[in-house]
């Protein structure tokens, strides 16, 4: 019979593609908005791995920190008492601040300020596009991030020497580093700890976040834990702070909800398309259907054709609606793009769910139309 | 009474059937007695409303009587349950319906060889036996034809071969002639006539065509739910014998 259900589906065009439409428009809708939301989610925790990339495993911070830019000052001896906790390898400063940059036209903007530890570095940018990493070591060097080099020299090509002010101090980019995108799309400009405090105004307490690592072989989690029972801060790893910041957002912030609605209003339409057509086709094939059931054709024969038919369209349709998505994040994660998008495989999977339920919907409709129908019904003139 | 010597293929006696209940309640059939032979046409005439489609509907085992028995191929189909009626139906029933219900997306063999899909055939097996059976048929040319590109006539006749294909006992055609002109519909009667002789299969026609009534060799006329006549022609003089 599953010929039978193919044909008949494939046989009317109109329908056909417009049930594929309406799931593959929900698809789209369903796959991109959460791509979009994930990928804005990524930019708030974006420095957190960069940090990480070539930082430590440890993060140690004020109790009351929300989320990585929410920075509670520490003083010096926290340091020295994370380093004292037994279990630690070695722990460094690392400063996070925003301060404001005044370029040689006279105009300012706001940047995000990194002051990593002098001797090791730790935290340094992953990816250098231009200059060397150990150039940062000379006086008033700083490392800018290519996005943060365009933003405050538009249509100027990235070169190393450029020089601009911090907190009226001389800066000289000595490097362009590649970083991830940030929530606030300001630039992020990397410097040693030392000089970071020559940027910023001065404060009694500076230090953002104890960077630590475990000693080879102990447990991160065990040594987080003893470093909040010893110096009562917080100690997580990289990705415990990731999920902190974006856990935030999603709870302090409207984005999950708004583009929770726009994923809700796909579903609703993309449900709402495919299911009516869907029925349409199935009403329309009514008396064929009855025709079948006549001729001795059963229930669950028919119920399977039109499982066929809605898997069918349902597979096209969200094959459809993923590529365009994709292809859509293919254009969004492009150098030249400030678009945020990030399609794991979760999405993929919940789109893919999503438009299961649409088509169990669509289907469930048309399948209660075919079993109550009588046979008698081709009868009917 | 019958003047046939086989044994009936089906026998009715007092059918009821009843739908809906209290003021909305109708009575479509109301005690009906009737015997389907094998090898004959037994037409149902009667004005609209009178319980012709009903009565088919009943003998094909696609509705229940309210009350009375129905034998159909030695098989009470009073006592079998809704999946055994389907079953019944898609082993020794062949359906033709006045208005084709052929597949539009199907060519003419696969719309022959859509009961035998059914049974559990195969597609190849399926169409294979349809299209032998359609070349019998005269329809040898248009296999590979949609319903919408055949005439009235030449879709009757796949839903006629759809109607034989399995080799059914009994076949119940509604108004085979109505949306046909006068001489496709005697060509589509020949067709049934020597499909009811050769394979010594009853016919059941419900029809309001009296152009047709000559092909019949039992003729019923039904009014309000009831049987008012069963008149038996004689093949050849056409004379009215009972």
Not at chain 2, 102 to 121: K, S
Not at chain 2, 201 to 219: G, K, P, Q, S, W
Request: hydrophobic share 45%.
């Amino acid at each position: 019979m599953s010929w039978i259900a193919l044909k008949m589906l494939t046989g009317n065009r109109g329908k056909y593609l417009g049930i594929i439409l309406g799931i593959a428009f929900a698809s789209l809708l369903i796959a991109q908005q959460a791509s979009i939301f994930c990928g804005l989610m990524l930019q708030t925790s974006g420095q957190i791995r960069d940090i990480d990339a070539r930082g430590a495993d440890i993060w140690a911070m004020d109790r009351n920190v929300q989320f990585s830019d929410d920075i509670k000052p520490l003083s010096e001896n926290d340091l020295y008492r994370v380093r004292g906790v037994p279990g630690v390898s070695w722990a460094v400063r690392l400063y996070k601040g925003l301060t404001r940059s005044r370029l040689a036209d006279g105009n300012f903007q706001q940047t995000i300020l990194l002051g990593l530890d002098d001797a090791t570095l730790v935290g340094a940018p992953p990816n250098m596009i231009l200059g060397s990493l150990f150039d940062l070591r000379k006086p008033d060097a700083v490392i800018m991030d290519l996005e943060g080099y365009h933003l405050l020299w538009p249509g100027e090509k990235p070169r190393i020497g450029k020089r601009f002010e911090m907190n009226d101090h001389v800066a000289e980019i000595v490097g362009i580093c590649k970083a991830s995108r940030t929530f606030q799309t300001f630039p992020v400009v990397y410097t040693r700890y030392t000089q970071a405090l020559e940027f910023v105004p001065p404060e009694r307490k500076v230090l953002s976040f104890v960077l630590a690592q475990p000693q080879p072989g102990l447990d991160v989690h065990e040594v987080c834990r003893r470093i909040e029972s010893q110096t009562n801060l917080r100690a997580v790893t990289g990705k415990q702070f990731e999920w902190i910041t974006m856990m935030y957002f999603m709870r302090k912030t409207g984005i999950p909800f708004n583009f929770g609605i726009t994923v809700a209003l796909g579903f609703i339409v993309g449900t709402a398309i495919a299911a009516q057509t869907f029925y349409l086709f199935t009403i329309e094939n009514i008396k064929q259907y009855g025709a079948l059931k006549a001729m001795g054709a059963g229930n669950w024969s028919l119920m399977g054709m039109i499982l066929l038919q809605a898997m069918l369209v349902s597979t096209i349709g969200f094959a459809l609606g993923i590529g365009v998505a994709s292809w859509f994040g293919k254009i969004a994660t492009l150098p030249s793009s400030r678009l945020a998008f990030y399609m794991p495989w979760e999405v993929f999977i919940g789109t893919g769910l999503a438009v299961g339920a649409i088509s169990i919907l669509s289907s469930v409709l048309s399948m209660q139309r075919v079993m109550v129908v009588e046979p008698a019904v081709v009868f009917q003139g | 009474m019958n003047g046939n010597n086989s044994q009936p293929s089906i026998v009715c006696r007092n059918v009821v059937k009843t739908y809906g209940t209290g003021n909305a309640e109708v009575h479509a059939l109301r005690g009906v007695n009737l015997d389907v032979y094998p090898g004959e046409i037994t037409m149902l005439v009667g004005p609209s409303g009178c319980g012709k489609t009903t009565l088919l509907s009943v003998v094909a085992g696609i509705l229940r009587p309210t009350s009375g028995s129905v034998s159909a191929i030695d098989t009470d189909l009073t006592k079998l349950s809704g999946w055994r009626r389907t079953a019944f139906r898609r082993r020794n029933v062949g359906f033709v319906f006045q208005q084709f219900n052929l597949l539009p997306a199907l060519t003419a063999a696969e719309n022959a060889a859509v009961p035998l899909v059914i049974q559990g055939y195969s597609k190849r097996a399926a169409v294979a036996r349809a299209s032998e059976l359609l070349t019998e048929m005269g329809m040898g040319d248009r296999l590979r034809n949609l319903p919408g590109q055949l005439s009235g006539g030449q879709q009757q006749r796949v839903a006629i071969a759809r109607a034989l294909v399995h080799g059914p006992q009994l076949l119940v055609c509604d108004e085979p002639t109505s949306a046909l002109d006068h001489k496709t519909g005697h060509a589509i009667l020949e067709l049934l006539r020597t499909i009811a002789i050769e394979g010594d299969r009853a016919v059941m026609i419900v029809t309001h065509d009296n152009r047709i009534f000559e092909f019949a060799d039992t003729l019923a006329r039904m009014d309000d739910g009831r049987i008012l006549s069963i008149g038996r022609e004689k093949r050849g003089d056409r004379a009215l014998i009972a």
